[in-house]
Every structure is written in C-alpha cells, then in structure tokens.
C-alpha cells in the first residue's frame, strides 16, 4: 500500500509555488506506482487466463494493459514537469501503489475479471481523493489529468464488471 515519500524536486520554471509543486509530485508518486501496478496486474491476468471466452477477454487484459500504460506516461510526465523526479520502478510501484497484491494462482477468467474489478474500483477511488486534493491545493492542471485517468479508469471498470453484472443481479435488467 502507499507510503508518504519525500518529493525531490529539479529548478522548474513552473509557475506552481514550491510547496504545492512538492506536494503534488508526492501525490502523483502514488499513482504513479498504482498506474505501474495496475498496468501488469491486467499483464498478469492476460498471460494466465483460462477458461470460457478465453480469446474475448485475454484481448480485453491486453488492452486494459496498453491503456494503463498511456497513464502511466502521462503521469510521470506531468511530475517531471513540475521539476519532479518520476520514480518508475518495479521497485518503487510496489512501495507506492494503493493496491492490494494481485494473487499469483488466479487462472479463472471470472477470478480474474472480479478481481481486477477489485482494482480499478480502488483506483478510482484514490483518484477521486487525488482530484479533491489537487483541487484544494490550487493545481487545476494535475486535478485535470487525474480526471481523464479516471476517465479511463472507469470505463476500465465497466468492460470488466460487464461480463458478471447480469449474474450478480439475479439476471435482472
């Protein structure tokens, strides 16, 4: 799970004051980490997914990933911008992400789908506090992108839970 660190900052022209700056390098630090994390969890479950609808949602995994990724780069981007130092290691994910460990011995494709639902839920709620944060803080700009991550975040969320909504339901509509 997340841990505060200490936000190095570079001589930036940036017009943000320091101290908002360091505080939103930290911020986005953590989802830093979590983009990385999540990234090779959908990795992890395209790899080993077996099951009904295998070739659907192995595909779905993939794209998921390649998503991610794009989250991934823009966030870093934004933090080094900002005069941060973007810490983007295996590393430095697994001491900042506010996710859970992804089990290693799922191979279900529904275990898998539920349990990156579990994920992207998560995310999304740490991007929600992230939005608040950089709100209150006065970074229209960090506040914008971690609305278009959660953007996609979300629409992650929907393409998995879509595959076991009817189900849990009662087969409801």
Same mark, same amino acid.
């Given at each position: /799970?997340?841990? %505060? +660190?200490?936000?190095?900052?570079?001589? %930036?022209?940036?017009?943000?004051?320091?101290?908002?700056?360091?505080?939103?390098?930290? #911020?986005?630090? =953590?989802?830093?980490?979590?983009?990385?994390?999540? %990234?090779?969890?959908?990795?992890?479950?395209? @790899?080993?997914?077996?099951? /009904?609808?295998?070739?659907?949602?192995? =595909?779905?995994?993939?794209?998921?990933?390649?998503?991610?990724?794009?989250?991934?780069?823009?966030?870093?981007?934004? /933090?080094?911008? /900002?005069?941060?130092? +973007?810490?983007?290691?295996?590393?430095?994910? !697994?001491?900042?992400?506010?996710?859970?460990?992804?089990? #290693? *011995?799922?191979?279900? !494709?529904?275990?898998?789908?539920?349990?990156?639902?579990? !994920?992207?839920?998560? @995310?999304?709620?740490?991007?929600?506090?992230?939005?608040? &944060?950089?709100?209150?803080?006065? *970074?229209?700009?960090? +506040? *914008?992108?971690?609305? &278009?991550?959660?953007?996609?975040? !979300?629409?992650? #969320?929907?393409?998995? &839970?879509?595959?076991?909504?009817? &189900?849990? +339901?009662?087969?409801?509509?």
């Amino acid at each position: /799970m997340a841990k %505060s +660190a200490t936000a190095t900052l570079h001589p %930036s022209k940036n017009p943000q004051k320091e101290n908002v700056r360091g505080a939103m390098v930290q #911020l986005l630090q =953590k989802h830093l980490g979590t983009a990385i994390d999540l %990234s090779y969890q959908c990795k992890q479950a395209h @790899w080993n997914v077996k099951g /009904m609808n295998f070739i659907a949602v192995h =595909k779905l995994f993939d794209e998921l990933h390649e998503a991610t990724e794009v989250f991934v780069d823009l966030i870093a981007e934004r /933090m080094t911008g /900002m005069g941060g130092q +973007a810490q983007g290691t295996v590393q430095a994910a !697994s001491a900042n992400t506010v996710l859970e460990p992804y089990p #290693l *011995d799922i191979v279900k !494709s529904e275990d898998h789908l539920r349990r990156l639902s579990d !994920s992207y839920a998560a @995310w999304g709620k740490a991007l929600i506090e992230g939005i608040e &944060e950089a709100d209150e803080a006065g *970074d229209d700009l960090t +506040a *914008d992108l971690l609305t &278009e991550v959660g953007r996609g975040i !979300s629409t992650g #969320l929907y393409f998995l &839970e879509s595959h076991f909504q009817v &189900e849990d +339901a009662g087969h409801s509509t």
